[in-house]
């Protein structure tokens, strides 16, 4: 019937009986009159002849047709722009269904459209086929309609690309002979190598008819690359259509899914690709974790980054020891200088190389450099070049050993001349020389040419063919300045001047600085192999990309990976990170070589295209249902108005509650979902203000104390700082919710029970989404003593922790910000002062008081001491001290407040005090 068809027309029929259903209706007896009971108007009435009932009213008896006319027409399944052609019945339906990357948005719409082709089989009893392309076991056997229901219903979007290959294998395999009635292609419109063999597949078979349904696909949008340079990381985006303008926002995300950095991009009509930049500090770069396209939530609008774009480790070799008191002439004075804002340095410790070197790399860094290293040990060397090859970088500098090594050393990326090269002086004909520009497509292009800066000795190389492409920088008369190499995974570079300013006064220039920093830049961060040997190369999978572009733990069938290598995209290696917390390596599911393109379809192929479901077509039964629920509330009140239940005062009340419930009916926001749960109230009582909380260890008298201690803790934040919390809680590690808490206090007791798998599975993932946890002993002794006599608080601490992924820890340092947060403290008393308080390890190797205070505003996970803090604070109700102290000493109390104080001023603010650190050095640099 045009726009509107019928999904079972025969109910129709029944359309025929309203003449019957309005003669029935004509039969309702009037509604009754009130008339005064006298007895002569009795009297009178007794003559009169008898009289009909009054017929219906025709308006009453209208609504009552309508209303069943909406049931029978409901029943009928009416559909709005349906599909013009039903399922073939000469043979199997055949359901191709895309449930790759792009499909997530709207996966559920494809699988409702895939349902509505399989009932309809169903009614027709047609066996049906149904294959999931992006699944590795694939079969094409026909089986019952309500079969391919439950499989669809199981079927799930994953985050890669479809295996149309398979698919076709798997039909052409269980079809051979067999014709298919209709072939359903519910495709995602994005080209793969599989196109052709599935499509040359379907040709052979010769269906009686093949749909392309969904093929137009606007939800599909990646981040096919990304480059992090010297000054900004690049971002290249790519869309499948681009019919229209699109607005998308970019963020760039830490390991706790915070933003960081966010741009806005647009695509005008016609534009498939994009570059978008984000200049944000290196600093705070290196902090990036992911990029993801906010609204587009795909495998492929995430893109992960690894290591490789985070601070490095720079590992440093000097030829020769140098005086500490004339530190500008150590070669690796200005190198120091130059990198230590930008990478962790280490020196090599001994002047022995052949065990400096090894015990170098043992360390893991990033970049080596040798500053005037000629002649190597044979084990440095092998060390050296093994280290390269998995994906190592080795910046050398030239000097006086260097100029007098072999011409055919390994690790120097072209051929040397032996002896330097003079320039200037009374012996040369040469004058020194300035550089040159820096090529296009170096590491250093877009860098401005110093002026003032010569060169007035060199090493040179000997001239080749390859010696062009292997130079990074030159001098004005075209002599190599920085040349490199790639060596397996990675990267040799060399300085063809000394690291200091007896060959050229570069190392004084802030171009130095830049290239040096450029060069690290580029290097990869150490991975951390999980063996030695052949498996210390395989990385495990640690963090996996699901179909919407969130990173799960979950790692299926994943295998591991070969470190610094591309797997190709697949159910053993999709999209994730590989390694561990220590280091990983970051596997995305598009590249800079990865195409996305539409996908074509073979002239000589006839097809019908269609929609999903709710593209074009719209079932109309639930509106003709609610209508038919209308006129049935409609026509019981006229009843009761009719049978006199109501005055006519009452009756028009309820015709306008009638009216008004007709006005809200027919809204398109009539109803509401209704999602809360069980403890909502008692969340959202939790947000009104910050509270402390403590574990409910289940021991009345511990639980006491801590209720005490943090009520005790609450009353001094109130009237020493401008933090005004709440009431302390008790919280259940079982089943309360966490995340509302900036930290969370347990006392440890052995004679608690020990808590489940699944509790301290919970308090890990608080402590990974942000929170922290002070773990405390009461038992004043070291709770992570490795050796000696341990409490039996201690020893629960130490299972509790067993099972818990925690960092390295150390006790605070004299430098760190809960030193200084509100108070400055010196030591962290409770009821006992003898136990250290254990917080996260600095990334800066063992504790230095001369170390510089940690960046950033990360907070540690975790607090262990053993001087029982609630002990210390607890007070009753008169606010009186409940506890003694050991010694006896209210100091020591005042001390155990500040403690309390300095550690929520930490986790409400984070490191931010961390930043005042660096006021001199930026004064400086400002010139103030």
Do not use: C
């Not at 919970?762 to 002794?781: C, H, I, W």
Request: aromatic share 6%; no cysteine; glycine share 8%.
């Amino acid at each position: 019937m045009g726009a509107l068809a019928f999904t079972t027309p025969a109910l129709l029929l029944a359309l025929a009986a309203l003449p019957v259903i309005w003669w029935l209706l004509r039969l309702t007896p009037p509604k009754p009159e009130r008339e005064v009971f006298p007895p002569f108007r009795l009297l009178l009435e007794l003559g009169r002849r008898e009289q009909t009932p009054a017929t219906t009213p025709w308006w009453l008896l209208l609504l009552r047709l309508l209303l069943a006319a909406a049931i029978i027409i409901a029943l009928a399944g009416p559909v709005l722009n349906p599909r013009t052609a039903g399922i073939p019945a000469d043979g199997p339906l055949v359901v191709l269904l895309d449930n790759g990357w792009s499909t997530a948005p709207a996966f559920e719409k494809r699988r409702q459209t895939a349902a509505q082709l399989i009932s309809e089989a169903a009614a027709r009893d047609l066996p049906v086929s149904l294959l999931l392309t992006a699944e590795d076991s694939q079969d094409a056997t026909p089986m019952a309609a309500n079969e391919a229901l439950r499989l669809l219903a199981a079927a799930r979007p994953r985050p890669l690309p479809s295996l149309r290959e398979r698919t076709a294998a798997a039909l052409e395999a269980s079809f051979a002979g067999q014709k298919p009635g209709l072939v359903a292609f519910i495709t995602d419109g994005i080209a793969s190598e599989g196109d052709g063999p599935l499509l040359q597949a379907i040709e052979r078979l010769g269906p009686s008819r093949f749909d392309l349904i969904g093929r137009s696909n606007q939800d599909a949008i990646v981040i096919a690359d990304a480059a992090n340079s010297a000054d900004r990381m690049t971002v290249d985006l790519r869309r499948l259509d681009a019919s229209a303008p699109l607005v998308v926002n970019l963020s760039a995300r830490d390991l706790q899914g915070r933003i960081i950095d966010q741009t806005q991009v647009a695509f005008a009509v016609n534009e498939s690709r994009k570059s978008a930049t984000l200049e944000t500090p290196y600093e705070l770069r290196n902090d990036f974790a992911r990029l993801t396209l906010d609204g587009e939530k795909t495998a492929g609008g995430t893109r992960l980054l690894d290591d490789s774009f985070k601070r490095r480790s720079v590992g440093l070799v000097s030829g020769e020891v140098g005086d500490r008191s004339q530190p500008l002439l150590s070669p690796l004075y200005y190198i120091n200088r130059a990198l230590a804002p930008y990478a962790n340095l280490g020196e090599a410790q001994g002047v022995d190389l052949a065990t400096a070197i090894p015990k170098l790399i043992e360390s893991k860094p990033s970049v080596i450099v040798l500053a005037d290293i000629g002649r190597l040990p044979t084990s440095a060397e092998t060390a050296l070049t093994n280290w390269i090859e998995a994906g190592g970088t080795l910046v050398r500098f030239a000097g006086p050993r260097l100029a007098t090594a072999s011409a055919d050393d390994p690790l120097i990326p072209v051929r040397l001349r032996t002896g330097e090269r003079a320039l200037g002086g009374a012996m040369s004909w040469a004058e020194p020389q300035p550089l040159d520009a820096f090529r296009t497509g170096s590491p250093f292009e877009g860098l401005p040419v110093p002026d003032g800066v010569l060169v007035n000795r060199q090493v040179l190389a000997e001239p080749s063919d390859e010696l062009d492409n292997l130079t990074w920088a030159s001098l004005k008369d075209g002599t190599p300045l920085v040349t490199a190499r790639d060596l397996g995974a990675g990267r040799i570079v060399l300085f063809h001047v000394s690291a200091e300013t007896s060959w050229s006064n570069l190392p004084l220039s802030g171009s130095f600085v830049e290239m040096l920093r450029r060069i690290v830049q580029l290097a990869r961060t150490s991975l951390q192999g999980n063996g030695k040997g052949a498996e210390a190369s395989l990385l495990q999978p640690y963090r996996l990309l699901d179909a919407d572009g969130a990173l799960t733990s979950e790692t299926g069938s994943a295998k591991p990976i070969q470190a610094y290598s591309k797997p190709a995209i697949s159910s053993a290696s999709p999209p994730g990170l590989y390694g561990s917390e220590d280091g990983f390596q970051a596997v995305n599911l598009f590249d800079a070589d990865t195409p996305l393109n539409a996908l074509s379809i073979p002239a000589g192929l006839a097809y019908e295209e269609a929609g999903l479901v709710g593209d074009g077509s719209r079932s109309l039964t639930p509106w003709f249902l609610i209508a038919a629920m209308i006129l049935a509330l409609a026509d019981t009140l006229a009843m009761l108005v009719f049978s006199g239940a109501f005055s006519r005062r009452i009756s028009a009340s309820a015709l306008t509650l009638l009216a008004a419930f007709i006005v809200s009916g027919t809204a398109p926001d009539f109803a509401r979902a209704d999602d809360s749960r069980p403890g909502d109230e008692q969340l959202m009582a939790r947000l009104d203000k910050t509270h402390l909380a403590y574990v409910i260890t289940g021991e009345q008298e511990v639980d006491r104390i801590s209720e005490r201690g943090l009520a005790g803790l609450t009353d001094y934040l109130f009237y020493r700082t401008t933090l005004e919390p709440g009431d302390p809680v008790g919280v259940d590690i079982t089943k309360d919710e966490l995340a509302v808490f900036p930290i969370l206090y347990w006392p440890v007791t052995a004679t608690a029970p020990m808590p489940s798998e699944d509790a301290i599975s919970r308090v890990d993932a608080y402590m990974r989404s942000g929170g922290t946890v002070l773990f405390d002993t009461r038992d004043q002794f070291s709770a992570l003593s490795a050796s000696g006599a341990v409490s039996a608080n201690t020893q629960r601490l130490r299972a509790i922790l067993a099972r818990i992924d925690i960092p390295p820890l150390e006790p605070v340092p004299n430098d760190h910000v809960l030193t200084k947060s509100f108070y400055l403290l010196k030591a962290y008393p409770g009821r006992y002062a003898g136990s250290p308080l254990w917080i996260e390890a600095q990334p800066h190797g063992k504790p230095d008081p001369g170390r510089p205070a940690r960046a950033g505003d990360g907070v540690t996970p975790i607090l262990i001491t053993g001087n029982d803090f609630a002990g210390a604070w607890a007070i009753d109700d008169m606010g009186a001290p409940l506890l003694p102290l050991v010694p006896p000493d209210e100091n020591q109390r005042e001390m155990a407040y500040r403690t309390g104080v300095n550690i929520m001023m930490y986790m409400l603010t984070g490191n931010y005090k961390a930043d005042q650190v660096h006021v001199p050095a930026l004064l400086e640099r400002l010139g103030q």
